[in-house]
């Protein structure tokens, strides 16, 4: 069964775009791999600066798959290099029924 997956990222000062270039990188490894589905990924920017990423892993055996590949470990390392990792409830928008958030793309 296929699974949506919501990451946050709270960037580094000054790495904002050094962040969403990784994010892009990031996207198109999981596919070029295999592991999340061709359902475009979706990025946004919360209001309080935090970036959201949102795709879609093909299985639950996919996503144990992209935990062990290389490729995608380097990345994951490199994202916490640059931003810090938080979650849903952290943002503002998170408050209301509808949330809402500005496209990056």
């Not at 795709?55 to 639950?60: D, G, L, P």
């Not at 490729?71 to 931003?83: A, G, L, T």
């Not at 990792?85 to 998170?94: M, R």
């Amino acid at each position: 069964m296929k699974k949506i997956a919501i990451a946050c990222f709270k960037p580094n000062p000054h790495m904002e775009s050094k962040l969403i270039e990784l994010i892009l990188m990031h996207g198109s490894a999981l596919r070029r791999s295999g592991y999340v589905s061709e359902t475009p990924s979706y990025r946004a920017k919360s209001s309080d600066g935090k970036i959201i990423e949102v795709f879609e892993w093909i299985s639950n055996e996919a996503k144990e798959k992209a935990h062990q590949d290389p490729e995608i470990k380097s990345i994951w390392d490199e994202f916490e290099s640059i931003c810090e990792i938080t979650i849903l409830g952290s943002l503002p928008e998170s408050k209301h029924k509808f949330a809402n958030f500005n496209s990056l793309f």
